[in-house]
T-cell receptor
Framework: DSGVTQTPKHLITATGQRVTLRCSPR?????VYWYQQSLDQGLQFLIQ???????AKGNILERFSAQQFPDLHSELNLSSLELGDSALYFC???????????FGQGTRLTVV | AQSVAQPEDQVNVAEGNPLTVKCTYS??????LFWYVQYPNRGLQFLLK??????LVKGSYGFEAEFNKSQTSFHLKKPSALVSDSALYFC???????????FGGGTRLMVKP
């Protein structure tokens, strides 16, 4: 158990809908990262927060947004969902900027 | 921009034989390098890291990795492979600013009895 908790584990929703994925980092970790893992695209970095502030942005679509709250948990919001958004979404957390990141079990999103 | 290349989609090795999973990177400044393993339907598990110091770093489950600055490589190695090592392996790099942990495309390791 990495100590990073993601909910829900599975999500099935229809095209055009909006969903929210939640991540609770390990106790004491200030950095949170979001990644998308599709079958043939490996791990795509979406966005990183550090202590509530956005730190780095990857190839995150405009339909996607995220935030990190004062208690350090983070939410990834996906809207106007398309079939191609079906993927595993991982959250990871790290204590600092240069330490290893620990991953949650992921949320499997299926858009039908 | 930083990047990681894992040139082999799959590596096949017989149980008991040594294994190597290759990784090369590109990053500004000194790299922070990581290896992770992913088992089916699971999240990524941290194996080992190189931050500074000895070029040979040891990690979990008997794995080690060798940092080579001149070749910008960070190959994962194990002296004797186990069937249970079969999984997807990811190399990752972070820049000096501590941002963006960038992953390679992954290498599937198949260890056959």
């Amino acid at each position: 158990d990495s100590g990073v908790t993601q909910t829900p584990k599975h999500l099935i929703t229809a095209t055009g809908q909006r969903v929210t994925l939640r991540c609770s980092p390990r106790s004491g970790d200030l950095s949170v990262y979001w990644y998308q893992q599709s079958l043939d695209q490996g791990l795509q970095f979406l966005i990183q927060y550090y202590n509530g502030e956005e730190r780095a942005k990857g190839n995150i679509l405009e339909r996607f947004s995220a935030q990190q709250f004062p208690d350090l948990h983070s939410e990834l919001n996906l809207s106007s969902l398309e079939l191609g958004d079906s993927a595993l979404y991982f959250c990871a957390s790290s204590e600092g900027m240069n330490t290893e990141a620990f991953f949650g079990q992921g949320t499997r999103l299926t858009v039908v | 921009a930083q990047s990681v290349a894992q040139p082999e989609d799959q590596v096949n090795v017989a149980e008991g034989n040594p294994l190597t999973v290759k990784c090369t990177y590109s990053v500004s400044g000194n790299p922070y390098l990581f290896w992770y393993v992913q088992y089916p339907n699971r999240g990524l598990q941290f194996l080992l890291k190189y931050i500074t110091g000895d070029n040979l770093v040891k990690g979990s489950y008997g794995f080690e990795a060798e940092f080579n600055k001149s070749q910008t490589s960070f190959h994962l190695k194990k002296p004797s492979a186990l069937v249970s090592d079969s999984a997807l392996y990811f190399c990752a790099v972070r820049d000096n600013a501590g941002n963006m942990l960038t992953f390679g495309g992954g290498t599937r390791l198949m260890v056959k009895p």
